[in-house]
């Protein structure tokens, strides 16, 4: 049952074949059996699963209009809110914190009737592109478990890779979604800026940070968007405007006639071999269903990279200030009448990792007086460039695709001492999230050097999340056609044999 799709799991649960206890509890058990390998998740909420799985049960018995994924197990990332349950965004300074109120996503999951397993693993405060920044230790990638499941949402979506969850909730800021699911050979989606709330998110970039789903197919993923999507007074970036139906989207998947758009700044020099290779074949494929492919110019997107890490740091540096030892979290060196400043100190040196510390020290002097304008300033100029050419590719195109990463997943260690190494894993997926529209991430096939997966990244204008689905799922079923079925059927036993 945990192979299959949430999608049918959903029949199945419908048609009475099995119960969500039962789901639930076998994805339980697949967490207890492989968990202490891969290590998605900080925190398993087993006895409140199996109960919340256990009231769908009665309201499907008793007749209830129930939604479609009512009774389907999720893996939930641990950097947003859930009322009663250990909540740390992978940061030790907020160990054993238990929020008094759920996020609004939480609060549409539970609405739904989605059975929440567990907070998964994460880089601190979303900060990395590997788990491996996580207080808590690495997050494994189930393809091989030397390498990274990518980041920050790693835990999320090596724990449906893994079979762990069929779906799971992650957040991008800067492709924190869209890179794990490639590295782990699942769909991963990052919504339109405002779409889905962030309220009840813990803050990295707040005018990046943005919550989206992962799954095993576009369909499944679809599904999540819509519970998780649609406007929330408490968020003043919420957008107010209808949901656009995604699941429609995943079930056309037609791509005659579209014109899709292929970056020119985003492939080439630095991108792996047999990433490109998969790469070009998925627009074959593409071609071959009717689309029209043609090559647009975004010359700005150069710049992204460093834009983004001057606009994420200081946005950053100003969110963390909050974790002051005075409110909530972790409280340490208050010994002896010290005072409220060496309490701050010594809290914020124990609580707050080496990548944190970092860009918060890095942002804070963007900031600076004398430096704003020279280095923040320039940053936010850029992404009006990054926007401004946006808006003239899809005036050429009616989707844009670039690989999602320019590698594999990579070896737990490999880049964890080299900062800017690790930075451009996310050179294609940054502009995204500059510019506040939608991307995808979908299994592009396995690459010829290391048989690891590849990434096949989607983008679309701001609230035209759709459009990502209709082409992904085109290009899944051709994939699909190809393979003889899902690339996750094909990921290797737990153990890092291949």
């Known amino acids: 049952m945990i192979k299959k799709t949430a999608a049918q799991m959903s029949a199945s649960l419908t048609s009475g074949e099995t119960t969500s206890v039962a789901l639930t509890q076998s994805h339980l058990d697949r967490i207890n059996e492989v968990d202490s390998k891969v290590k998605a998740f900080l925190h398993v909420d087993g006895e409140n699963a199996l109960a919340q799985a256990a009231k769908v049960d009665a309201e499907r018995a008793a007749g209830k209009k129930l939604h479609p994924l009512a009774g389907v197990p999720l893996a939930l990332k641990d950097v947003l809110a859930q009322e009663g349950v250990p909540t ?32 998964t ?5 979303a900060m990395g592109s590997s788990t491996e920044n ?29 079979f762990e969850a069929p779906i799971a909730v992650g ?36 005018s990046l940070d943005q919550a989206g789903p992962f799954g095993r197919t576009v369909l499944d993923t679809a599904m999540l968007h819509e519970v998780m999507a649609g406007h929330d007074p408490k968020d003043a970036t919420s957008i107010n405007a209808a949901v656009p139906n995604v699941v429609s989207a995943a079930r056309s998947a037609d791509v005659k006639g579209k014109k899709i758009g292929v970056i020119k700044q985003l492939q080439g020099s630095g991108y792996q071999a047999g990433v490109l290779a998969r790469f070009n074949e998925s627009l074959d494929l593409l071609a071959s269903l ?35 030892a005075m409110r909530y979290g972790l409280r340490t ?78 070896k737990i260690g490999e880049k964890s001492e080299d900062p800017i ?33 590849v990434g096949f990244q989607i983008m679309a204008p701001a609230m035209q999340d759709q459009r990502l689905y209709e082409v992904g799922s085109a290009l899944e079923a051709a994939l699909v056609s190809k393979w003889g079925g899902h690339l996750i059927d094909q990921v290797p036993a737990l153990g890092g044999a291949k």
Do not use: H
């Not at 996503?105 to 907070?119: D, E």
């Not at 693993?121 to 405060?125: L, V």
């Not at 919504?191 to 962030?198: F, I, K, Q």
């Not at 451009?424 to 997926?429: M, P, R, S």
């Open 88 to 119: 740390t965004a992978g940061s030790k300074i907020l160990q054993g914190w238990k929020p008094p109120y759920d996020s609004t996503v939480v609060s549409k999951l539970k609405q739904a009737g989605i059975v929440i397993l567990g907070k």
């Open 121 to 125: 693993n994460m880089d601190e405060f």
């Open 134 to 162: 996580s207080g808590y230790g690495p997050t494994f990638n189930p393809w091989d478990l030397t390498r990274t499941p990518g980041g920050s949402s790693g835990g999320s979506a090596a724990a449906v890779s893994a």
């Open 171 to 206: 957040s991008d800021t800067g492709g924190s979604i869209r890179q794990p699911a490639a590295l782990t050979g699942i769909v991963g989606v990052r919504p339109t800026y405002g779409a889905v709330s962030r309220y009840g998110l813990i803050a990295y970039s707040s």
């Open 290 to 324: 009717g689309a029209e492919i043609v090559e647009v110019d975004c010359p700005s997107f150069e710049f992204a990279l460093a834009a983004y890490y001057l606009i994420a740091p200081s946005e950053c540096s100003s969110n963390l200030a909050r974790f002051d």
């Open 333 to 410: 060196g208050d010994d002896n009448g010290a005072s409220a400043e060496s309490v701050m100190n010594a809290t914020r040196e124990a609580g707050f990792g080496r990548e944190v510390k970092r860009r918060i020290i890095l942002g804070t002097y963007a900031l600076s007086s004398g430096y704003y304008d020279a280095y923040y300033g320039s940053a936010q100029k850029i992404r009006t460039l990054i926007i401004e050419d946006y808006k003239k590719a899809f005036t050429q195109a009616d989707v844009l695709v670039s690989p999602t990463s320019p590698i594999t997943a990579f």
């Open 421 to 453: 190494a690790m930075y451009l894993a996310d050179v294609a997926t940054i502009p995204v999230n500059l510019a506040g529209i939608c991307g995808m991430s979908l299994p592009a096939g396995l690459a010829d050097e290391d048989g690891l997966p």
